[in-house]
């Protein structure tokens, strides 16, 4: 037989799998099915290999040839062409044929020349005769009503959403096969899809699309939201519209618009695998190393290659690799993949052709996600393992069965942390972690928290699984319902996971890989890592649990202590998970131990750097959740109308690679430089940064924003003051006080009547200037400590409190916290050299400025801004201590700025005459 009748006798038997009668021309009946495929019909051309009848009607060519020809497939196109062009033998008013093959015995190309750009592409197998009757009797083809889909109605759907829907859609327009659509998990990647589904039946005429997951929990969660979602153009649901099935058989019910399958079920289908009864629980990405004696898919006429127009593939990153990618080569259908982790091998496979793009931190940006703390833990046998001496005797237990025996060990054993859980289980790390976690939770992560937030922990194996939860249990104190264990295992996995997502037990839930990827539990605000993980994607998808957003309401429901707003989780690292990876996302917070106004400060005085606006954004974005619309408007007017959210976003988008580079192309470009991104230089690039940077830091350089912010998130918490112990000053009825506050007058009068030339201070304010010495803090405390002894028991603050009484209009800063240097001012004013009773540090301001103003007036040059920072630090050692002396340049800020020898090098042989002048003036 030759290379020629080998591959025509596959391709015979392929056209008789799908459905076509294969007959001689000699013996042509075109009465003896619907599709006929006649061999060798003559042409004015000469013989086709192949004519296809439909309905006694030719609609089709193909060009066969031998299985070695198959690299050059596309050569032979225009000798399809030509036979399909050509008159046929014994038919008359003959239109050109419209379906086309070439095709080998191994090898298959299709061709519809109705398409609005007929272009081949590859197929599994031949189509049947009744897929190209339907299509020859529509009035156009579904690539041609794919350019003609009508606007996307915006309503209830979000920015990123609209970007994906119309994305794909233009894609699809251009006949691009298949498209990436990239969105951090959490902003509705189930949502999005659903919403193009939708239109692609109702609007595109798509006879059927088939939903591929992973695994059985992802379907049934595709499912529900199948189920809740509502078109905007209609007030029926999606499955009262259309018939959707999850495929639980190997039957497609012919009636579903929509088929919700696990590949694994699919790949069972086509290869005719049996399927196991838990295969469906565990991801391929992870099942697939383990899978042996592998099967390929062949073509099973009950489930023929045109039976989906779309495949939708969620966590497309796992589905596309290994024996599962067959799936997808069988059916002749467009493919979408949905994906928040995408790598290059997803890029690749897509032939980068990423319709949408939505990375996690942008999702922060926009209140669609929120951000995330890492908390680190680390114990000894973590890090460094242990060792096990022989013949000691421990408990050896059946990982299975996990049944003991109390033996000796037979030889040393060293452990690592990669044998810790697995090979040795040692309960006490475990103990130590989980407490650490407690300890953590409650006084620093979540310190207002009456109840233990919603905590995920992810175990290495079931075994470790059962473990932790007997030791969360054993650490909290608490029953069997505050910690489940939520694996495939489990059998009422699903009521657990619903009660965890929705009820307020469990409050802790452990997990191998069941809530690891896909899974939604939005009130989840830690996470705790006891498991390593190697695969970037699936780390990010882990991450992916926590960071879903959620209302107040809604958090209250299940954490009834909560605040707010759930506005960010913490990362709980006790395997060196975060130094073990390179991850995509990252914390936008990197410095959790610095102050907003000081962050604010950084980026309006400094030259910001990276950390500081990355946490600045991280800042604002939670402060934006957090207020309402009345402080959000105040924060936007006084930024000249940019919104809180878009100050967050200009500060993280600033230091984002792509935009920096697509910067820099246009400088340069601008510049007469043709540049690409390989070329772009380090200076080209820099400078792009600094402007984005300077760009998105301008707004913070107006003081009212930065008050403005600092306002509101003043205005937004209490500081809870558990360090000043309080003590009653005053207990009367209100009749009686306003005597009590003259009396109390009366008595400090009398007293400074009484002791003006005993006391040291006093004689200070009696003396005239020329013979007055320099009031020092001494003196003051002296005096003070003579007034507040009994009887007269008259401390600064009930001084200050009777005059505030008795002389309100004359009194000012009742509202502060008196300082020992306010008693300077008290006299003053008792004494009358004082028409106003103020603290003792404005006073001091006040005649600083005064002083300031005619010293400079009587210079040839006035003080310098040096002079003037050293002049200040002087008048505020005065408000504190009463005076200033060389000394005291020994001390505090004065030291920190170098001292008395700094200051006699900035002021000269001034210094002293300086210092007797403020002593004067400024208590005076």
């Known amino acids: 037989m030759t290379p020629e009748q080998k591959a025509r006798l596959l391709i015979d038997q392929k056209l008789e799998a799908a459905g076509w009668r294969v007959q001689d021309v000699k013996d042509l009946s075109l009465g003896a099915g619907r599709g006929i495929a006649a061999r060798e019909y003559p042409t004015d051309t000469g013989p086709a290999d192949y004519l296809l009848f439909v309905d006694r009607q030719p609609v089709g060519m193909i060009e066969a040839k031998r299985d070695e020809e198959g690299h050059r497939l596309s050569v032979h196109e225009s000798q399809t062409a030509g036979y399909a062009n050509a008159a046929l033998k014994w038919r008359k008013n003959q239109a ?161 618009q929509v088929c919700i399958s696990t590949i694994q079920r699919m790949y069972s289908i086509l290869s005719g695998t049996e399927l196991s009864e838990d295969s469906e629980d565990i991801s391929p990405f992870d099942a697939a190393p383990a899978l ?56 690749g496979f897509f032939n980068s052709n990423v319709v949408a793009e939505y990375h996690y931190e942008q999702s922060v940006l926009d209140g669609v996600n929120v951000g995330y703390d890492v908390y680190e833990i680390e114990t000894e046998v973590t890090a460094r393992g242990g060792k096990i001496e022989a013949r000691e005797w421990v408990d050896h237990r059946d990982r299975l069965t996990r049944a003991k025996r109390w033996a000796q060990t037979e030889e040393d054993t060293d452990y690592g942390k990669t044998q810790l859980d ?13 407490q650490a976690m407690k300890t953590a939770v409650e006084t620093r992560i979540f310190p207002s928290r009456a109840e233990t937030p919603k905590t995920l922990i992810f175990a290495k194996t079931d ?48 997990t191998v890989d069941m809530i690891a990827t896909g899974t939604d539990v939005k009130p989840l605000e830690v996470l705790l890592f006891m498991r390593d993980v190697r695969s970037r994607g699936y780390y990010e998808q882990m991450k992916g649990r926590g960071v879903r957003s959620l209302d107040a309401e809604s958090l209250k429901k299940v954490s009834n202590s909560a605040s707010g707003a759930k506005d960010r989780f913490v990362l709980i690292d006790a395997v060196g998970v975060e130094q073990s990876l390179k991850t995509d996302s990252r914390p936008l917070e990197r410095k959790p131990g610095v102050s907003l106004d000081a962050l604010l400060k950084g980026v309006a005085f400094g030259e910001p750097d990276a950390d500081t606006v990355l946490s600045l954004g991280n800042r604002l974005v939670r402060l934006a959740r ?77 003081p009212p924003l ?28 209100a009749a009686q006080a306003q005597a009590n506050a003259q009396a109390v007058i009366q008595q400090f009068s009398d007293f400074l009547q009484t002791h003006r030339d005993e006391l040291a201070a006093l004689s200070f304010f009696h003396a005239q200037p020329y013979q007055r010495r320099a009031l020092t803090l001494d003196m ?13 028991l008259l401390t600064t603050e009930k001084l ?125």
């Open 96 to 256: 050109p044929l419209r379906f086309l093959y070439e095709a080998t015995g191994q090898i298959l190309w299709f061709t519809d020349g109705a398409d609005p750009v007929p272009r081949a592409r590859e197929l599994f197998h031949f189509l049947r005769p009744e897929t190209l009757a339907e299509w020859a009797a529509q009035p156009d083809t579904l690539r041609g009503r794919l350019r003609h889909m009508p606007p996307l109605p915006e309503r209830k759907l979000r920015d990123c959403q609209i970007s994906a829907v119309t994305g794909l859609e233009h894609s699809l327009a251009r006949n691009k096969p298949r498209a990436l659509i990239h969105m951090a998990t959490g902003a509705g990647k189930t949502f999005t899809a659903i919403t193009a589904v939708y239109r692609l039946l109702k609007f595109a005429g798509a006879r059927r699309v088939l939903f591929l997951v992973d695994t059985r929990n992802l379907g049934k969660q595709a499912h529900q939201e199948f189920m809740a979602y509502t078109p905007p153009d209609d007030a029926r649901t999606f499955t009262e519209l259309y018939n959707v099935q999850r495929l639980a058989s190997s039957r497609i019910d012919p009636h579903a």
């Open 780 to 792: 003051i405390e002296d005096l003070h400590e003579r007034l507040s002894r009994p009887p007269l």
């Open 292 to 347: 042996k004696g592998e099967r390929l898919v062949r073509y099973n006429p009950a489930v023929p290659v045109e039976s989906f127009d779309f495949i939708v593939i969620d966590e497309c990153h796992r589905s596309i690799y290994n024996l599962w990618k067959q799936v997808l080569d069988y059916f002749d259908a467009c493919l979408i993949g949905l994906t928040a982790t995408p790598d290059k091998r997803t890029f």
């Open 800 to 924: 200050w409190s009777a005059y505030a009484r008795v002389r309100e209009g004359q009194v000012r800063g009742t509202d502060t916290r008196r300082q020992l240097t306010d008693l300077v001012t008290l006299v003053r004013f008792a004494l009358g050299l004082d028409e106003e009773l103020r603290p003792f540090a404005d006073s001091v301001d006040r005649k600083f400025a005064d002083w300031v103003f005619r010293h400079n007036a009587q210079r040839a040059t006035a003080f310098t801004p040096e002079q003037m920072d050293w002049l200040r630090l002087m008048k505020d050692h005065i408000a504190a201590s009463c005076c200033i002396e060389r000394d005291d340049f020994d001390y505090a800020q004065l030291a920190a700025r170098g001292g008395l020898q700094k200051a006699w090098h900035v002021f000269g042989g001034e210094l002293d005459g300086l210092m007797a002048g403020m002593n004067e003036e400024l208590v005076a």
């Open 422 to 434: 697995k090979s040795v289980v040692n309960p006490d790390q475990i103990r130590a972690v989980i």
């Open 463 to 510: 075994s470790h699984a059962d473990d932790i939860i007997r030791t969360v249990r054993e650490v909290y104190g608490r029953g069997n319902d505050f910690c489940r264990k939520v694996t495939y295992s489990e059998k009422d996995a699903d009521a657990v996971l619903a009660n965890f997502r929705n009820e307020f037990h469990p409050r802790i839930a452990v």
């Open 626 to 702: 957090q207020l309402d619309d009345k402080a959000l408007r105040r924060i936007a007017q006084a930024s000249g109308g940019i919104g809180l959210h878009d100050l967050a976003r200009g500060l993280v988008q600033a230091l984002d690679a792509d935009r920096i580079t697509a910067d820099a192309l246009a400088a340069a470009q601008a510049a007469g430089i043709t540049r690409n991104e390989a070329t772009l230089t380090d200076a080209e690039l820099q400078a792009a940064r600094q402007q984005r940077l300077a760009a998105a830091c301008a707004p913070f350089d107006v």
């Open 706 to 733: 930065r008050d403005a912010i600092e306002s509101a998130r003043r205005d937004r918490e209490q500081l809870i003051d558990t360090l000043n112990p309080d003590s009653v000053t005053r207990s009367e009825f």
